[in-house]
Each structure stands twice: as structure tokens, then as C-alpha cells.
T-cell receptor, first 113, second 111 residues
């Protein structure tokens, strides 16, 4: 158990819909990262927040957005969903915003039908 | 960032040491070597990292060659629960701090 929690564990929705994925970092970690893992793309970095502020952006689509709240939990919003958005979405956290020692949650499996 | 090369798959007998190689011949002086693993569909798990010296923790040992162009992750006594994809990642502490996962090595521990 990494200490990072993600909800929901599974999500099934239709194309065109919008969903919100939630992540609670390990206690004391100020930095949160979001990654997407699809079968054909491997693990891809989406975005990082540190203490409520966006710190780094990766291959995140414009249809996707995220935020980190004052209590440090983070949400990833995915809108206008397409079949290709079906993937595992992982959240990770770290104490140091520049650290590669990141602790990953169990992931949310999103299926778009 | 330096590119890494890992064998796509390896087998190891249960109880034996698993030695997972990684080539990073273009590594630069400020780049660290990180190892993660991912057990099927679970979140990746940090294992160990190093810069120049060999490192050991409760999970594994990391041996980095003197020229730093390659490294080996050693799981001293592999168990069935060590079956996973192992990723070798080379990153600088400066700049973008996201992890870049390549294709890794699929380690299968055989009973």
C-alpha cells in the first residue's frame, strides 16, 4: 500500500460524457502527478501539481483538466470522452516537487463505450 | 534525457537472484538511474535509484558501472510476487520532473 488513494476504482461511461477522477496523496506529500496508461501508449505523464499550483504539463489533451485543492487532494476531469480515452489513470505523489521517487495509487480504470 | 535499453523479457527461478540489465550509454553526469516496477495493472512501485555509487535497500541492489553507461538491478531472492515489468529510467534532477516509462523488462519468476 503506497498510501495514495484513488477513486473510483472502475468507471464505465459513454462517449461524449464527462467524468472526474479523484486522488488523495500520501500524508505529507505536496506534489501530485497524473499519468495515463493505455494498451498501445504505455505510461504517459499528463500533469503535475505542487501545493495547489500547476507545476508541469505533459501530454494532456485540452479536453482534460486537473486541479489540486487546499487539502492537497487532486481531481482529474475528462470531458467529451472518446473511445480512445479508455485507459488506466494513475495518480502519484511525492514530498519533493522535483523528485522522481514517486508513490503511485492503485489507479482508476476508465472504460468508454 | 538519456535513452535506456532493456531486454523485453527475462525468466528467473524462484529463490534465485534476478539480475536485470539496463544500458544507458548516453547518460550525462547529472542524470540519475531510477528503477520502478509494475505488477500487472497495479500502480508502478518505486524500487531504488542511484547516481554513481552502488545502492542497496530492503527491496533490491543497484549496481552502476564505473563509466555509468549501464546498470543492473538485483533482486537477491526472487519470489513469485516479483513477477512484474521493471522499468529503468534515467533522468536529471533539473527540468521536467515527470517520469518517462519505456517498455521495460517483463520478469517472470518461475516456481
Amino acid at each position: 500500500d503506497s498510501g495514495v488513494t484513488q477513486t473510483p476504482k472502475h468507471l464505465i461511461t459513454a462517449t461524449g460524457q464527462r467524468v472526474t477522477l479523484r486522488c488523495s496523496p500520501r500524508s505529507g506529500d505536496l506534489s501530485v502527478y497524473w499519468y495515463q496508461q493505455s494498451l498501445d501508449q504505455g505510461l504517459q505523464f499528463l500533469i503535475q501539481y505542487y501545493n495547489g499550483e500547476e507545476r508541469a504539463k505533459g501530454n494532456i489533451l485540452e479536453r482534460f483538466s486537473a486541479q489540486q485543492f487546499p487539502d492537497l487532494h487532486s481531481e482529474l476531469n475528462l470531458s467529451s470522452l472518446e473511445l480512445g480515452d479508455s485507459a488506466l489513470y494513475f495518480c502519484a505523489s511525492s514530498v519533493d516537487p522535483d523528485s522522481y521517487e514517486q508513490y503511485f495509487g492503485p489507479g482508476t480504470r476508465l472504460t468508454v463505450t | 534525457d538519456a535513452k535506456t535499453t532493456q531486454p523485453p523479457s527475462m525468466d528467473c527461478a524462484e529463490g534465485r537472484a534476478a539480475n536485470l540489465p539496463c544500458n544507458h550509454s548516453t547518460i550525462s553526469g547529472n542524470e540519475y538511474v531510477y528503477w520502478y516496477r509494475q505488477i500487472h495493472s497495479q500502480g508502478p512501485q518505486y524500487i531504488i535509484h542511484g547516481l554513481k555509487n552502488n545502492e542497496t535497500n530492503e527491496m533490491a541492489s543497484l549496481i552502476i558501472t564505473e563509466d555509468r553507461k549501464s546498470s543492473t538491478l538485483i533482486l537477491p531472492h526472487a519470489t513469485l510476487r516479483d513477477t512484474a515489468v521493471y522499468y529503468c529510467i534515467v533522468r536529471s534532477r533539473i527540468g521536467a520532473n515527470n517520469l518517462f516509462f519505456g517498455t521495460g523488462t517483463r520478469l517472470t519468476v518461475i516456481p
